[in-house]
Structures are given as structure tokens and as C-alpha cells.
């Protein structure tokens, strides 16, 4: 069994930072890695950032320069720091196990113009 925790949404003003976190429990194969998706109101979700397989992190054009994730392998928790945040980032935001189907329960990020 593998658990999934966000934490850290919220609402800010346009330009505004949150940080989220994703803290795993469970089996160890499952619970490093994990990658940030989002699903904004009537639009697919979609991906956000995550690892490579070799350690190197990836993003959607659209956070490139903006967002940018890291992870605590003491902690199995996976963090994702957002920045200038613009309204168009509002969304549920997820983490999901890299190497298993595990979703957390979603994070709500609200940005306001």
C-alpha cells in the first residue's frame, strides 16, 4: 500500500510563490521520484514536473523558469516550489509515484489577478 500526501496549496495574488509538498508512505520502490501534475476546471490534467531517470528534473514549457522541484530521499517527500505565479496556474495539483499507479489527493492552488 502507498500513501500520498500533498500539502502547502492556497490562494496568493498573481506573482505570489507557494510551496507545495508530496510526502510518501508505503512501499520504498513506490515513494521517490514522484512527479507534480495539475488539473484546472474542465481541462485534462496534465503534467507539471518530475525526475528523469537520470536525477535530472523536467517541466511543461509553460512552468520552465518559474516552477522547480526537488526531493528529500530521508523524508520521501518531493517538493515543488512555484514562483511568479500567474492566474492561469490555478488548478488541483497532484503528485503521483513516478514507478507506480499512485495518485495523492490533490492540492488546491488558486492565483488571482
Known amino acids: 500500500q502507498v500513501q500520498l500526501v500533498e500539502s502547502g496549496g492556497g490562494s496568493v495574488q498573481a506573482g505570489g510563490s507557494l510551496r507545495l509538498s508530496c510526502a510518501a508512505f508505503?512501499?520504498?520502490?513506490?515513494?521517490?521520484?514522484m512527479s507534480w501534475y495539475r488539473q484546472a476546471p474542465g481541462k485534462e490534467r496534465e503534467f507539471v514536473s518530475g525526475?528523469?531517470?537520470?536525477?535530472?528534473?523536467r517541466y511543461t514549457n509553460s512552468v520552465k523558469g518559474r516552477f522547480t522541484t526537488s526531493q528529500d530521499n530521508a523524508k520521501n517527500t518531493v517538493y515543488l516550489q512555484m514562483n511568479s505565479l500567474k492566474p492561469e496556474d490555478t488548478a488541483m495539483y497532484y503528485c503521483?509515484?513516478?514507478?507506480?499507479?499512485?495518485w495523492g489527493q490533490g492540492t488546491q492552488v488558486t492565483v488571482s489577478s
Open positions: 508505503g512501499f520504498a520502490a513506490c515513494t521517490h521520484d
Open positions: 525526475f528523469a531517470n537520470d536525477g535530472s528534473t
Open positions: 503521483k509515484s513516478k514507478w507506480c499507479d499512485y
